[in-house]
T-cell receptor, first 113, second 106 residues
Framework: EAGVAQSPRYKIIEKRQSVAFWCNPI?????LYWYQQILGQGPKLLIQ????????DSQLPKDRFSAERLKGVDSTLKIQPAKLEDSAVYLC???????????FGPGTRLTVL | GQQVMQIPQYQHVQEGEDFTTYCNSS?????IQWYKQRPGGHPVFLIQ?????EVKKQKRLTFQFGEAKKNSSLHITATQTTDVGTYFC??????FGAGTRLAVHP
């Protein structure tokens, strides 16, 4: 079974630029999550989708971050414009149903200069 | 809001020693999950606990969920170098604790 795919794996941008990350969850997984993990900290949930609907986006900085999951399969997370403090690993995870085991992708390491 | 404290932040052990990490909440948790993240890797699911007082074992790992469902622990017996990593508890929907980083010296 293929795991959660994410791209790119690494991205370096300058502040005020835009960036987008892509995630393809495990086939059949209804729930998709985006996390931000700053070095030395636990993952912080940014947004959670159930199929193509948003379940929770309370911690998403909506002035600069946006995410979508068209057709309830793959998802994109965008940052526009980026700030220095956005430097982190962005993890995508999926689960079969809400509150079940989450499978994480390899993450995208973002560096904002 | 709900807060979970994970202790200790760091633990250095000699190979063969035991290790325990704790996840403590000020409020009742509906469930708790434990994940392991190797250096440079992504979190990998270990276990989910749902019932009050639940105890589950996976080889050298023992997971417990408190009777009041406010705390949980992960205990590793006779650590090995392959146990190196950061152990996170995650609860409810999922909110992660800060993690316990385990270093094992051979």
């Amino acid at each position: 079974e293929a795991g959660v795919a994410q791209s790119p794996r690494y991205k370096i941008i300058e502040k005020r630029q835009s960036v987008a990350f892509w995630c393809n969850p495990i086939s059949g997984h209804a729930t998709l999550y985006w996390y931000q993990q700053i070095l030395g900290q636990g993952p912080k949930l940014l947004i959670q989708f159930q199929n193509n609907g948003v379940v929770d986006d309370s911690q998403l900085p909506k002035d600069r971050f946006s995410a979508e999951r068209l057709k309830g399969v793959d998802s994109t997370l965008k940052i526009q414009p980026a700030k220095l403090e956005d430097s982190a690993v962005y993890l995508c995870a999926s689960s079969l149903v809400l509150a079940s085991e989450q499978f994480f992708g390899p993450g995208t390491r973002l560096t904002v200069l | 809001g709900q807060q979970v404290m994970q202790i200790p932040q760091y633990q250095h052990v000699q190979e063969g020693e035991d290790f325990t990490t704790y996840c403590n909440s000020s409020t009742t948790l509906s469930n708790i999950q434990w994940y392991k993240q190797r250096p440079g890797g992504h979190p990998v699911f270990l276990i989910q606990l749902v019932k009050s007082g639940e105890v589950k074992k996976q080889k050298r790992l023992t997971f417990q969920f408190g009777e009041a469902k406010k705390n949980s622990s992960l205990h590793i017996t006779a650590t090995q170098t392959t146990d190196v990593g950061t152990y996170f508890c995650g609860y409810n929907k999922l909110i992660f604790g800060a993690g316990t980083r385990l270093a094992v010296h051979p």
